[in-house]
């Protein structure tokens, strides 16, 4: 029997492109708290780490209860807007049939995400591809980026050794992630970190589009083919 193989996603910025609702999110908490708001991308440079993290990037001179306070409302300015349809999750061109690709090659499939769980069955629901992944990690179940934590329990989850597993994500987090549980990184070109950061930081490979993503995974020798 052949080894299992493990593709492990990130979401936001790599299945889905949900910048305009976590921005939004953000500034609106912020906002309720008096805070100024920065530009945009700033924000979007924080998509992956852990909440609380990220708030203390982006507010560097908030303590530590600022922080929780600012990561709850930023919870609750989401959520109203989930309850409320206007968040905007739209799927990148080509996942369903990347995702389909892997799954019909035997690979098996899992997440490992900065959202919580209840957010991201909520994405992955809307698009029926929730039932598509055999293992999720999210930021409130184990440690966050870039902690190997996700893809350790990932790999324990399935039973996949780290030789056969690989992250797909589209910021340096999830490539440092991927190297520090000792499994390959690749690196996605249309979300929010650019090609040459994800490259520094330990992808083997930076894909353009999901057929290159395809092709650069069944390509990729790392030891082992890790092709059918």
């Known amino acids: 029997m052949a080894d299992l193989r493990l593709a492990v996603f990130d979401c936001d910025g790599t299945l889905v492109d949900s910048q305009h609702s976590?921005?939004?999110?953000m500034f609106s908490a912020l906002d309720a708290h008096g805070l100024e708001i920065p530009e945009a991308h700033h924000v979007?440079?924080?998509?992956?780490?852990?909440?609380?993290?990220?708030i203390s990037r982006l507010v560097p001179d908030a303590d530590v209860k600022m922080?929780?306070?600012?990561?709850?409302?930023?919870?609750?300015?989401?959520?109203?807007?989930?309850?409320?349809?206007?968040?905007?999750?739209?799927?990148?061109?080509?996942?369903?049939?990347?995702?389909?690709?892997?799954?019909?090659?035997?690979?098996?499939?899992?997440?490992?995400?900065?959202?919580?769980?209840r957010g991201l069955v909520a994405t992955l629901d809307k698009?029926?591809?929730?039932?598509?992944?055999?293992?999720?990690?999210?930021?409130?179940?184990?440690?966050?980026?870039?902690?190997?934590?996700?893809?350790?329990?990932?790999?324990?989850?399935?039973?996949?050794?780290?030789?056969?597993?690989?992250?797909?994500?589209d910021t340096t987090y999830d490539m440092e992630m991927a190297i520090s549980a000792k499994t390959s990184a690749v690196g996605v070109g249309w979300g929010y970190h650019e090609k040459d950061e994800l490259l520094e930081a330990g992808a083997i490979g930076v894909a353009d589009n999901t057929d290159d993503l395809i092709t650069m995974i069944f390509n990729m020798d790392?030891?082992?083919v890790l092709s059918k």
């Open 22 to 25: 976590i921005v939004q999110a």
């Open 44 to 54: 979007t440079r924080m998509v992956g780490l852990p909440l609380e993290v990220a």
């Open 67 to 117: 922080c929780a306070e600012l990561s709850e409302t930023y919870k609750s300015s989401f959520y109203k807007m989930r309850q409320n349809g206007m968040v905007d999750e739209p799927l990148f061109p080509g996942v369903v049939q990347a995702i389909e690709h892997l799954k019909n090659n035997g690979w098996l499939l899992g997440i490992a995400t900065g959202k919580a769980k």
């Open 127 to 169: 698009h029926n591809i929730l039932e598509q992944f055999i293992t999720c990690q999210t930021a409130d179940l184990a440690q966050g980026k870039p902690h190997p934590d996700m893809m350790l329990r990932a790999m324990a989850e399935t039973g996949v050794e780290a030789q056969n597993t690989i992250m797909i994500g």
């Open 222 to 224: 790392n030891g082992e």
